[in-house]
């Protein structure tokens, strides 16, 4: 059995990536990517290599369930274990996936650069970030140098009016933090909802089987629209999957 080095020296050269830790596999990309080097036909423009969330973790995880449906892979996907970036349970999926991976790989050449159409290969190196939790740290140790510093009013430190007046900006920001988290977080939910929608809609449109249905035309039109003053990229598209930036 591969060690946890081996693995990585394997993926690294594999995917042309910089991993230097096993739990950054809890984003999903690398395994949807190493089972594209096997069968070349895995849609990547739909694997975020830059995800951060825990949600565009799952996007990933579901990107890869689809292909072990299609491809009649059997083999369970604990993503809820996988997404939280555990060095254990990441360890023996990808070991698992090195075993299918030396058992299937045909030895064709694979340009994983040109598969990833040049899609950033940063992934999160310890857990998904929490909604809001940096910023909300961030504003917490604002308000405590705020003790810390001469009043613009000019009183001193001992002075109980500059200490009133701090005590009263830190409860402020401390309330702004707790709404600014709950928007965060609203707006985090609707954002996935709306990205199971988006894949739903993919896989119908790019079904070979599947009629034209003008209903998901429709859908898909609404979701890709855009306000007034969005800049469209260049080359005519609205926006690439893998630089959406939420």
């Not at 059995?1 to 990309?29: H, V």
């Not at 070991?95 to 058992?103: G, I, P, S, T």
């Amino acid at each position: 059995m591969a060690s946890r080095a081996e693995l990585l020296a394997w993926l690294n050269d594999l995917l042309k990536i910089n991993y230097t830790k096993i739990e950054q596999c809890g984003t999903g990309a690398a395994y949807c990517q190493i089972i594209d080097s096997i069968y070349g036909d895995l849609p990547m423009s739909r694997v975020k290599f830059g995800a951060k969330h825990e949600y565009e973790f799952i996007a990933n995880f579901k990107v890869l369930q689809n292909v072990f449906k299609a491809k009649q892979i059997d083999k369970p996907i604990p993503v809820e274990k996988l997404v939280k970036c555990k060095m254990q349970d990441n360890l023996e999926f990808l070991q698992w996936v090195k075993r299918f991976w030396d058992q299937n790989y045909g030895g064709q050449g694979y340009d994983a650069n040109a598969r990833r159409k040049g899609a950033p290969d940063i992934p999160a190196t310890v857990a998904p970030l929490s909604t809001g939790g940096s910023r909300t740290g961030g504003l917490n140790v604002g308000g405590s140098r705020a003790g810390g510093r001469t009043p613009i009013s000019g009183h001193r430190s001992g002075s109980t009016q500059p200490n009133e007046a701090v005590q009263h900006l830190t409860a402020q920001l401390k309330e702004m933090s707790g709404h600014l988290e709950g928007l965060e977080k609203e707006r985090d939910f609707y954002f996935e909802k709306l990205r199971e929608i988006e894949i739903l809609v993919q896989e119908q449109l790019e079904s070979e089987n599947a009629p034209d249905d003008p209903t998901f035309r429709k859908i898909q039109a609404i979701l890709y629209s855009t306000e007034d003053g969005f800049e469209v990229p260049e080359g005519g598209a609205v926006v690439d999957e893998e630089e959406e930036t939420f």
